[in-house]
């Protein structure tokens, strides 16, 4: 368990990493979750999965089973109740079976590995968690990309468009960040091929080597770049665009990236984002101090950029404006976050 107490140790990077795992496997709708343990670790992370999908307006449950360990399982091992709950989950016919592991099935000696790997007609995939005794949310979640990337076949061609790499599936404004990144490939040209992995089917999932580019959701993100280079051979970027230069930094190396000219798309963003200080030419004069709240972890260097921008003062003196805890994503997410801003400053 990380019980270092740093930001970059909260929110995705804290936690269990059955979580991590079950943010992946949650999100290939045409395959089950199995989670191999006792009934409480399933109900535990379901319900955080669940609360924060109401939170999301998505009013449902993803399938997931649990082999229920008890006593007598512990004791003389889970195997056989982990075959039962995969066939009991095969007879709803999925395209394949995520299996997770906790902390007691680790710690008993269970080979989850060997009970998956027989045939079973579809793929049923060993998704490594070990709960708490695996590491941290964040290394349950690459692990699971880097499992789930075993339903991928290599490509004879690699011109199938960006590959979008490790969204975070439970946090807010996912799908703006990835219209926002659309928008920003779609003025080079260029296409999206797999959200991966964000309900993308089993099918879906299998397009992935075809594309020429990953984009990966965050830097701590580059272990799953680097994997799927060894494998297929793609580059990667390590990041989402972030900040009014780092948007036209991003429009330009994935031009570069993909053999696209860039420089016309480069100057039509640097326009949106005049337009943009003219939207907020209101706030020219106004002074504020930036809040983290205690946990948030500021990037002084693109809030400073923004502010500068509009013509705002940072000052300790100012009205107290809350720090976003993910850096907003491209010149939208800018606009979203001075949105926040003026209504502090208003009201």
């Not at 009013?59 to 004791?75: A, H, K, N, Q, Y």
């Not at 080079?188 to 020429?212: A, H, K, P, Q, Y």
């Not at 972030?242 to 039509?268: K, P």
């Amino acid at each position: 368990m990380n019980l270092n107490p740093s930001h970059l140790n909260l929110s995705r990077y804290e936690g269990c990493t059955i979580t991590g795992a079950l943010a992946v496997s949650a999100f290939i709708p045409d395959a089950l979750t199995v989670v191999h343990g006792p009934a409480g670790c399933a109900h535990h992370n379901l319900s955080l999965l669940h609360a924060t999908l109401l939170q999301h307006d998505r009013l449902f449950l993803p399938p997931v089973f649990s082999t229920g360990l008890g006593e007598r399982d512990i004791i003389f091992g889970g195997e056989d109740a982990l075959e039962r709950t995969i066939e009991r989950a095969l007879e709803r016919e999925p395209r394949a079976v995520c299996v997770i592991s906790t902390c007691i099935t680790e710690t008993i000696g269970d080979d989850t590995d060997a009970v998956c790997s027989r045939d079973w007609g579809v793929p049923v995939i060993h998704l490594h968690s070990s709960g708490f005794l695996g590491g941290s949310f964040n290394e349950g979640f690459v692990n699971a990309l880097k499992r789930v990337a075993g339903l991928v076949p290599p490509a004879k061609t690699q011109d199938g468009g960006i590959n979008i790499v490790g969204e975070k599936n439970l946090e807010f404004e996912v799908e703006e960040n990835f219209e926002e990144v659309a928008r920003l490939l779609g003025m080079l040209d260029l296409d999206v091929n797999v959200r991966f992995v964000r309900n993308e089917t089993v099918d879906d999932i299998s397009l992935f080597s075809e594309g020429c580019l990953n984009i990966l959701r965050e830097p701590a993100l580059e272990p799953i770049g680097r994997h799927f280079f060894e494998a297929f051979g793609q580059p990667y970027l390590s990041g989402f665009p972030v900040g009014l230069q780092g948007t036209r930094e991003f429009l330009r190396a994935v031009g570069e990236a993909c053999g696209s000219a860039a420089d016309e798309a480069i100057a039509a963003e640097e326009s949106l984002q005049d337009e943009l200080a003219a939207e907020f030419a209101d706030l020219e004069g106004e002074a504020i101090s930036l809040s983290p709240f205690g946990f948030q972890c500021p990037e002084f260097s693109l809030l400073s950029e923004v502010a500068e921008a509009v013509g705002l003062r940072i000052d300790p003196e100012g009205t107290e404006i809350p720090v976003p805890f993910g850096a907003p994503v491209g010149t939208t997410g800018i606009r979203r976050m001075l949105h926040q801003w003026r209504r502090f400053l208003h009201a």
